[in-house]
């Protein structure tokens, strides 16, 4: 940031009644200063300021104040916020000065509108705002965004009668400072941190360590090492310490005090690997340990401190007993376990001990697999014996490790999973001597993970469904409301309809929903007193795709007449009456709905056609495959829907298998068939079930053609290319086609439909041979296209070969 600029000559006269621009510059650009020179030059009549001359005189001040400013300030005017500034501020402008003079501001720096927008609309309010040190991203030099930090006043540009024309911002920056002051925090910050870190990891630690000066004094000990030491001060060269420590060298002779790893250290020896030291506790207990100790040298490479360590080993120098003690009661604990305990050597593997359970969990005597590792080895499956090979070699290098891996029993062929969990085994001198492990069957345990992720994919179908669902219903209400209130109602009624039927279907467990309920829920919802409609009709159990469309048309009927009809006025009544009956030996139900209100004067009929009409009298027989059909009147509204009473799928319906299957680990299409060579076109408006179909298929080697999501896209490859089979969907966002089914069989290419459809909601003329219904899975798709394949190929083999 520059020194403050002298005071300059005003640009403007003193406010007054009668005032008027200069016409000649007062002094030279060296007194009032470029920027004087650049507003006095600039031509402000193509600026919404207009000529400068005609400039209100509080504006005129404003500049004359701001030019003669030694700090940076800006003078923005109108609500387009024009940019004025002076000298110190160009400098802050970098490459946008000076074509940054009479621009807005928001053109001006678009990189800190965000910040700054919402400033100027709390100052064009009347409030002023100071920050300090705040960081504004800006774009400078060379058009880089630079992070500047900047001190900054906003303020109000009052007029003479108190109104606001505009904004003055003094700052000053602080960029400098800021960086410097934070590369002091952060030096201070990383000394603390490292202070810390060496702290911590003394007290963290799971073996004694100290560090002791060149008196032998310790100066730092974590609590491990307290253990050994009677004062946190206290010298290794005293004799009380050294007293209690009985130090043994190679042939287990007594070492003498100066023998001790601290006192070799501070001579510049170092001691590593530690010696075995007894220690000597002050309530009498004694316990082997392992010492340790390294010089610290500064940089002459005079020893400052020693570094020493303690590892307690009492427990592995008295183990040799306990295991031996324990080793009959560890052979009947592994008799009686049901997992695989085994031991082997580790240089070649050889099995030295395994457990009775191996021979049911791998259908083979163990006695046959004792010795080298190639017979155990040849009952797991080939893709896993390379990480069974590695698994192995991880713990022979001394690291625990868990491998699960699958094997073919050898007693009855089954596959089974294999959790084996191994870890080395160390001898009396902490060398690896040998391997050992635990193998667990899993099977159930991967079968259940795998049935969990069936069950995740069917909610994820459901729930895309739904939304799909929900989608439809936000387009189509806004096609038949004329205001955002009205849209926002209406919508909502729907979308709570979905909701009360999917809370019904899920009481129901999808087996179906007494009408009567539905009726009730819907009609309740709405009804301004419980005597406002009645009820008459038998027993029936919907069906859960009937369910889904009856309660969204009875809720359009019951929201129609709570704004128009019978629940509007309070003589009015509904009556909803259903029988059920045989046509053409399949049960059908047909429901009546009967408004009934005194005739409203001046009635006319609607003159359009509504949502809940499209509901009743298109979708009833569109996916019911029933009638519908609503009439209107001057005394109500009179409708008949009327279905068959047979299972169809509901987009809210969730019918997941309740077993998976492992069958040589996880599921994998390509054991399926073999399509190398044969390019399969996929034509889904799903965009999952088309891309999960694409990934099955390539796993069977075959060229996907798509996936493609309308029928333009499929015209224009089928144009350039001609697929050996298809998978297609009859709907592609745009209602039931047969087009593209009809272009495949006139080629003569086998062709899978895959679709939500029933039969009998297929365009006319249109009879695939192969049609799946969703939700369907891969592995479903791939079974019937290769149903296709085989009878096309039966049928005309020289057209497909």
């Known amino acids: 940031m520059s020194s403050p600029k002298p005071s300059v000559t005003p640009l403007h006269p003193a406010p007054s009644p009668g005032f008027s621009h200069p016409t000649s510059a007062q002094g030279d650009a060296s007194v009032l200063g470029e920027m004087a020179t650049r507003i006095r030059q600039f031509d402000w009549s193509t600026t919404p300021l207009g000529p400068s001359s005609q400039w209100p005189s509080h504006l005129a001040a404003t500049v004359d104040l701001m030019l003669g400013h030694g700090f940076p300030m800006i003078v923005l005017w109108g609500p387009e916020l024009i940019q004025l500034y002076n000298d110190s501020y160009a400098e802050v402008m970098g490459d946008k000065h000076p074509e940054g003079l009479g621009m807005p501001t928001r053109e001006c720096w678009p990189e800190v509108w965000h910040i700054n927008g919402?400033?100027?609309?709390?100052?064009?309010?009347?409030?002023?705002?100071?920050?300090?040190?705040?960081?504004?991203?800006?774009a400078r030099r060379n058009g880089q965004v630079e992070n500047t930090w900047l001190t900054l006043t906003y303020n109000p540009l009052r007029g003479p009668d108190g109104r606001i024309d505009g904004v003055v911002v003094k700052l000053f920056e602080t960029t400098a400072a800021h960086l410097a002051r934070a590369e002091r925090e952060r030096a201070e910050r990383e000394r603390r941190e490292s202070e810390e870190r060496l702290a911590l990891a003394f007290q963290v630690l799971p073996v004694g360590v100290c560090l002791v000066d060149p008196e032998g004094r310790v100066q730092m000990a974590n609590e491990v090492m307290r253990r050994y030491l009677p004062g946190p001060l206290a010298s290794l060269q005293d004799p009380g310490n050294t007293a209690r420590w009985q130090g043994f060298d190679e042939e287990g002779q007594l070492l003498a005090p100066d023998q001790f790893p601290a006192a070799r250290a501070l001579r510049g020896e170092t001691v590593v690997p530690g010696r075995e030291f007894l220690h000597l506790h002050e309530d009498g207990r004694q316990s082997w340990t392992r010492v340790a100790s390294a010089p610290l040298r500064d940089a002459s490479g005079e020893v400052t401190a020693v570094f020493s360590t303690v590892v307690d080993i009492d427990g592995l120098k008295r183990s040799a007993e306990a295991l031996r003690a324990n080793e009959e009661r560890f052979q009947q604990f592994a008799a009686a376990s049901s997992d695989v305990l085994w031991i082997r050597e580790a240089q070649l593997f050889d099995a030295e001990m395994v457990t009775a359970g191996f021979d049911a969990m791998f259908g083979l005597p163990r006695e046959e697999v004792m010795g080298p590792l190639r017979a155990w080895a040849s009952l797991v499956v080939p893709e896993d014996r390379d990480a069974l090979f590695e698994h192995l070699e991880q713990v022979r290098n001394g690291q625990s490790g868990v491998l699960e891996y699958r094997i073919q029993r050898r007693s009855d062929g089954v596959f089974r999973w294999i959790r084996d969990t191994a870890f080395p085994l160390y001898d009396g001198e902490g060398q690896l001597s040998r391997v050992a492990g635990i193998a667990s069957d899993i099977t159930e345990t991967r079968r259940l993970a795998e049935h969990q992720g069936v069950l995740g994919a069917e909610l994820q179908h459901r729930v895309r469904n739904l939304m799909a669902m929900i989608s439809s219903i936000v387009w189509r209400t806004q096609a038949t409301v004329d205001s955002v209130s009205d849209y926002a109602q209406r919508l909502s009624g729907r979308l709570m309809s979905l909701a009360r039927t999917q809370a019904l279907l899920t009481r129901?467990?999808?087996?179906?929903?007494?009408?009567?309920?539905?009726?009730?829920?819907?009609?309740?919802?709405?009804?301004?007193?419980?005597?406002?409609?009645?009820?008459?009709?038998?027993?029936?159990?919907?069906?859960?795709?009937?369910?889904?469309?009856?309660?969204?048309?009875?809720?359009?009927?019951?929201?129609?007449?709570?704004?128009?009809?019978?629940?509007?006025?309070?003589?009015?009544?509904?009556?909803?009456?259903?029988?059920?009956?045989?046509?053409?030996?399949?049960?059908?139900?047909?429901?009546?709905?009967?408004?009934?209100?005194?005739?409203?004067?001046?009635?006319?009929?609607?003159?359009?056609r509504g949502f809940g009409s499209a509901l009743v009298e298109e979708r009833v027989p569109y996916e019911l495959a029933g009638q519908g059909r609503i009439e209107h009147g001057p005394g109500g509204v009179s409708a008949l829907i009327a279905f068959p009473l047979r299972g169809r799928d509901s987009i809210l319906q969730t019918d997941a298998p309740r077993q998976a299957g492992i069958h040589g680990g996880e599921l994998d299409l390509g054991g399926e068939v073999q399509w190398q060579g044969l390019t399969v076109l996929v034509v889904d408006d799903d965009y999952y079930q088309a891309q999960d179909l694409a990934t099955a298929l390539r796993s069977t080697g075959a060229t996907v053609m798509g996936p493609y999501g309308d029928l333009a896209q499929t015209r224009q490859a089928?144009?350039?290319?001609?697929?050996?089979?298809?998978?297609?969907?009859?709907?592609?966002?745009q209602g039931a086609t047969g087009e593209l089914m009809t272009a495949l069989a006139a080629t003569g290419i086998p062709f899978v439909v895959v679709t939500g459809y029933d039969a009998s909601a297929l365009p006319v003329g249109v009879h695939p041979r192969w049609r799946l219904q969703k939700p369907v899975s891969p592995r479903e798709v791939l079974r019937a296209l290769a149903g296709a394949w085989d009878e096309a190929l039966a049928e005309a083999p020289h057209t497909l070969l």
């Open 118 to 138: 919402p400033i100027y609309d709390r100052v064009w309010q009347g409030e002023t705002l100071t920050y300090a040190d705040k960081l504004y991203p800006l």
């Open 718 to 733: 089928l144009d350039r290319h001609r697929p050996d089979m298809a998978v297609v969907d009859v709907n592609l966002g």
């Open 508 to 608: 129901a467990a999808n087996v179906g929903v007494d009408l009567r309920k539905l009726v009730e829920e819907e009609l309740g919802a709405v009804a301004p007193q419980p005597g406002a409609f009645s009820l008459e009709g038998p027993e029936v159990t919907m069906p859960p795709k009937a369910a889904e469309v009856l309660s969204l048309a009875l809720h359009e009927l019951a929201t129609n007449a709570l704004k128009h009809g019978a629940f509007a006025r309070a003589d009015g009544h509904i009556t909803v009456r259903w029988t059920r009956e045989l046509q053409a030996e399949q049960p059908w139900l047909r429901l009546h709905w009967d408004e009934r209100h005194p005739p409203v004067p001046g009635w006319t009929p609607p003159a359009r």
